[in-house]
């Protein structure tokens, strides 16, 4: 008989693993990717390529050179995540040693820094793009415009949806706002004039990656529908002050809402641990986002927003607990 | 129609009853029995019996060691072979009365007859006469925790009890001995409730069985029918949604009778419900009606590698090796046994380890699925979180308990964990989460005993 | 001109208004903190182990203090710091201090691979800890070392490490500062704080197996039988076997090594001698003596 083997209970796993959960990811992020392909060419392509292989490679330097681990983390698949949520957020004309820099921002500065995968505070791919956004911020703030298949640094460029929105706050002029597309065109991504982040692009290709991840319980619906009803609330409510204010359809089908709300604030490592923090975390971003939209002098507020929240998620688990078992009286 | 179930957490592991159709079968005597003296929560028993002594199947071997304690029987005839120390379920070697086994003579007192005794037949048993009869019979609780069960039998001054739940849910996967007791002897449980109540002085029960058991739901609800309908009993069969841990005590309450049971020391009877296991109702009857003390109980012996698993009506005392033969022989190479299941038992170092009172299964596990993998650092997914039936924080308790900060830790309510297995079962990175909850819940309990003794 | 002049002022007089207010706090609010404390303080290491039993050296140094008030700096010791320490804490205070013992911490196992046979592997969390709530370990004594390093993770000091060929913690004589941290960390009681000894030599029954002796035979090759052969030879009376195992007295033993010599199965232990205690007489031999 072979030998006994002991410990102590549960003697049986699940089928969760990290790496199910990593790769789950990446194959919501699939029809996004393959919508901004489509839509900005072989721009988007490079990027992207770039992104995913310089974050995967500073990753596995680091993990092997610097932090000299036993088992290198490149494995577990969240480097390629944070390779393409970096790449959604930038124009597809980005030359390439910027994205470089941009990949080591995110991975070795946000992620590394603090230990690896669990111990960062921001995320990482927004942490390269408000670095690479603050540095570079002309080559940031150039978006393509959609349609060019075979242009890299020399693309076309024109005025994305939320420059247009900004216009209009800023001038106190409601008229600019029929400029934008329809929702129905901001929703496939159709933008005939504008264009923007190469992820933000095609608000359909996201939702099916919600979708994927809410069936494959991946992420659960407390982030996006808070961060997303709130906004909605939010700009609904200043839509009917003031015209000027565009629609909230207009509001979440453009930029990078739809994008942030659901595969950037809904990372592990950096929101809070419970439903009802959950929810506070993401009513705070909705809100932050377009309070920095309509009166801050980005045109984009997503980032920052979940970059300050990020910051607040320790506070949240501290103060927000779970309903314990027992606190409810007893029903008669 | 809404299927009942707990309000907070849950998860949902293979069920695997790979024995749910197997009829039960006799298992043959041992050859040595041993009893080890502590097979319940509460004082050992002290022996009452010394080598050399004759006994026959039902002779009390050892009284019980204090109050809350329990009265030990042979279940076996013959000679004490010698009072040692063996090894038994917690892995230590602990003080035993091993028994050599000659033959099967039974005390005269015992009814061995198949005869339902029903409560009309006896209208003089009191409360106090079912409460002594299951405290001298040495019957515990017999789904896997082994409380001495006149004790729960008689609330504090504090409670009052409303109701007698029957826990008859078997949520781990693979155990079917309590669904194969409910198929071959439902008259009797159903008589053994009746009892449970009249002592309790309660006339609402419950049986809670989880719906992937439909045949046992039909047959009790049929028999609940015919037995309780029209009578002062309020008695009905409720099933409950597939999800471990339902057979909980606490999410059984909180799932029958929409009542959760406050944070410890608080029990279900400070709500209203006295909670016993189907095989403890089982073994009521059997002591009053038939003054056959504990000394057999159901077992499932299963495993996806024995070849032929099977469900048996065994003697306490019998070594598991006998039980694992009957069923086809250890299989090759590393394995786990568990004496329970895979979500709570508890892993052997010996096939020669007996079954006691609480020993509701004995499942083998290959090497392969046993072995843990390496764990990885927490990624703060939260999915413990979301399973925690209890709604405690269980990332958070493993980092206190490791980094042993008690006071953080009772802060956050340690105390109140059940110790499931839902979060270890759920954790992507595989991380030992139950192991150091489970060793910060005994500090911290041992630091708030301290605390009350000072005081 | 006049900016500057009024920035000087404004500045100024912030300056003093700020100067006055903490100046009046401080008086107000001070706490009185006997400044011998604080002398004291100095001169303890600063490690705060633990090991004299107070929280921190602060706290030791605050019980030193009221100590001396009290008369004696009698049970306070600084195992870290040791006897210099103490006596520059002494005259400081004024006061005289008793001369303690040095200690050391003492593993008393020996079940390492070589003697201890392997009955399971143990799959869960590798701490002493869970390991021992789990059951006996992977080996058959209950009582024995599980070799995962809880008094490794528990010291300090860096005076105790597991050896990789046996398995078994050990403790380096220099480094250990006898702060108990290690005894505490060890959940079967193995480890036990003893008197070093001159050159650093002592003698100790390297078993705390409590089994009969038959099933301690089983479990282990050096295991202590409790058989009672030290007992009856030991002339000083260091040595009782209770519980089926044999202790020794720290206080009682002479060092003479009379029990390495009888111990049936090499269970006790002498360290730091420069010989190996003398050899059992073979039985012919002694049999002849007796005649």
Not at chain 1, 82 to 98: D, E, K, R
Not at chain 1, 230 to 251: E, I, K, N, Q, R
Not at chain 2, 419 to 424: A, D, T, V
Request: glycine share 10%; charged share 20%; with cysteine.
């Amino acid at each position: 008989m072979g030998k006994l083997i002991v410990s102590l209970s549960p003697h049986a796993h699940g089928r969760q693993s990290i790496e199910r959960n990593m790769y789950g990811v990446i194959i919501a992020l699939m029809p996004a990717m393959l919508a901004s392909f489509y839509f900005f060419g072989l721009g988007s392509v490079i990027v992207t390529a770039t992104s995913v292989a310089a974050c995967c490679f500073f990753e596995w330097a680091i993990c092997k050179y610097i932090l000299k681990k036993k088992e290198n983390t490149l494995l577990d698949g969240s480097a390629v995540i944070t390779g393409l949520l970096l790449a959604f957020n930038l124009p597809s004309n980005l030359p390439i040693w910027i994205i470089l820099i941009g990949a080591l921002f995110a991975i070795g500065v946000a992620k590394m820094t603090f230990g690896g995968l669990g111990n960062n505070i921001f995320n990482p791919a927004l942490v390269g793009r408000a670095a690479l956004l603050v540095a570079f911020p002309a080559q940031m703030t150039t978006w393509p415009k959609i349609g060019q298949w075979d242009t890299y640094l020399d693309a076309e460029t024109g005025a994305t949806p939320l420059s247009i929105i900004n216009w209009a706050i800023r001038s106190g002029d409601a008229s600019i706002l029929e400029q934008l597309p329809s929702s129905f065109d901001l929703f496939l991504g159709n933008h005939s004039g504008g264009a923007g982040a190469m992820g933000e692009i095609c608000a359909l290709a996201l939702l099916f990656g919600l979708a994927f991840m809410l069936y494959e319980k991946i992420i659960t619906w407390h982030i996006p529908v808070s961060i997303l009803g709130t906004a909605f609330v939010f700009s609904g409510l200043l839509h009917l002050a003031s015209p000027v204010y565009p629609d909230p359809m207009s509001v979440l089908l453009t930029g990078g809402i739809m994008l942030g709300a659901i595969f950037m604030a809904t990372d592990y490592v950096t929101s809070p641990m419970t439903p009802k923090g959950q929810i506070i975390y993401g009513v705070a971003i909705g809100f932050l986002t377009i309070v920095i939209r309509n009166w801050g002098s980005y045109p984009e507020g997503m980032s920052f927003a979940i970059l300050i929240m990020n910051a607040f998620t320790p506070l949240i688990n501290n103060y927000v607990k779970p309903k314990r078992f027992g606190e409810v009286p007893a029903k008669q | 129609m809404n299927i009942k179930t707990f309000s907070i957490g849950g998860i949902h592991p293979d069920e695997n009853k790979l024995t749910h159709e197997a009829v039960t079968q006799k298992a043959a005597l041992p050859k040595q029995a041993i009893f080890p003296l502590s097979q319940h929560i509460g004082a050992p028993a002290k022996p009452v019996v010394q080598k050399g002594d004759k006994v026959k199947v039902g002779t009390l071997i050892a009284e019980a060691g204090g109050f809350v304690s329990a009265p030990i029987y042979s279940s076996v005839s013959g000679t004490v072979f010698k009072i040692d120390t063996a090894i038994d379920a917690t892995g230590y070697r602990k003080p035993v009365i091993i028994i050599n086994v000659e033959g099967d003579e039974w005390e005269e007192c015992i009814d061995r007859s198949d005869k339902l005794e029903t409560v009309e037949a006896h209208p003089e048993l009191t409360p106090e006469d079912i409460i002594n009869r299951v405290k001298e019979a040495g019957v515990t609780g017999m789904g896997g925790a082994g409380f001495p069960t006149f004790i729960k039998l008689t609330p504090p001054p504090t409670a009052k009890a409303e109701c007698v739940i029957i826990n008859a849910v078997e949520c781990e996967p693979y155990i079917t001995a309590d669904f194969r007791l409910m198929m071959e002897k439902a008259d009797e449980i159903l008589v053994g409730l009746e009892l449970l109540m009249i002592a309790a002085k309660v006339t609402t029960g419950y049986i809670g069985i989880e719906i992937n058991k439909p045949a046992a739901i039909e047959l009790l609800t049929k028999k609940c029918a015919e037995k309780f309908g029209g009578s002062k009993y309020n008695v009905e069969v409720v099933p409950l949604k597939q999800r471990y841990p339902q057979g909980g005590e606490k999410q059984l309450v909180d799932a029958v009778i929409q009542r959760q049971v406050p944070a410890p020391p608080a029990i279900p009877v400070n709500v209203g419900a006295i909670v016993q296991n189907v095989g403890t109702a089982f073994a009521v009857y059997e002591a009053v009606m038939k003054h056959k003390p504990l000394f057999e109980r159901y077992t499932t012996v299963t495993g996806k590698l024995l070849q032929k698993p099977g469900n048996f009506l065994v003697r306490m005392g019998t070594p598991m090796q006998d039980l694992i033969d009957a069923c086809g022989g250890m299989p090759e190479g590393d394995n786990k046994l568990l004496a329970g299941g895979p979500m709570m038992g508890k892993a052997l170092t010996s096939t020669e380890v007996p079954i006691c009172k609480g020993t509701n299964s004995v499942t083998i596990i290959s090497g392969e699925e046993a072995r843990r993998k390496e764990p990885q650092p927490c990624i703060r997914c939260a999915k413990c979180v979301l399973v925690c039936p209890m709604g405690l924080e269980p990332y958070l308790l493993a980092k206190l308990s490791e980094v042993k900060n008690w006071d953080r830790c009772e802060h956050e309510d340690i105390v109140n964990c059940i110790e499931c297995g839902s979060c270890q079962f759920t954790c992507p990175a595989y991380r030992p989460l139950l192991d150091n909850i489970r060793q910060g819940k005994a500090i911290v309990m041992g630091i708030i005993r301290s605390r009350a003794a000072k005081n | 001109m006049n900016f500057i002049l009024i920035a000087v002022i404004v500045l100024g007089a912030i300056g003093l208004i700020a100067a006055v207010v903490l100046f009046a706090a401080s008086k107000k609010f001070a706490v009185f903190e006997d400044p011998r404390i604080a002398q004291v303080s100095e001169l303890l290491p600063g490690a705060n182990c633990g090991g004299c039993g107070f929280p921190g050296c602060s706290g030791m140094a605050d019980a030193l203090v009221k100590g001396a008030d009290a008369g004696s700096l009698d049970g306070l010791m600084c195992p870290v710091g040791g006897t210099e320490t103490m006596g520059k804490v002494a005259d400081l205070l004024g006061m005289a201090i008793a001369n303690t013992e040095p200690m050391v911490a003492v593993v008393r196992c020996n079940g390492t691979c070589e003697h201890r046979a392997k009955i399971a592997e143990y799959a869960g969390l590798r701490t002493c800890a869970a390991m021992n709530a789990c059951g006996a370990g992977e080996t058959a004594c209950g009582f024995g070392c599980l070799g995962c390093g809880d008094c490794v993770e528990a010291c300090q000091f860096g005076a105790i490490s597991i050896n990789p060929e046996t398995g078994i913690p050990e403790v380096d004589d220099e480094k250990c500062t006898s702060c108990g941290a290690c005894v505490k960390a060890c959940p079967r009681n193995i480890i036990e704080l003893r008197k070093k000894g001159p050159k650093g030599r002592r003698v100790f029954v390297s078993c705390v197996n409590k089994d009969k002796g038959a099933v301690a035979m089983k479990v282990c090759a050096v295991s202590c039988i409790g058989c009672g052969k030290c007992e009856k030879e030991c002339n000083f009376g260091a040595i009782t076997v209770e519980n089926n195992v044999a202790y020794i007295d720290f206080t009682k033993c002479r060092l003479c090594r009379k029990c390495v010599t009888v111990c049936p199965r090499h269970a006790i232990r002498d360290v730091n001698f420069p010989t190996p205690a003398p050899a059992p007489k073979p039985k012919e031999e002694r049999k002849e003596e007796k005649a």
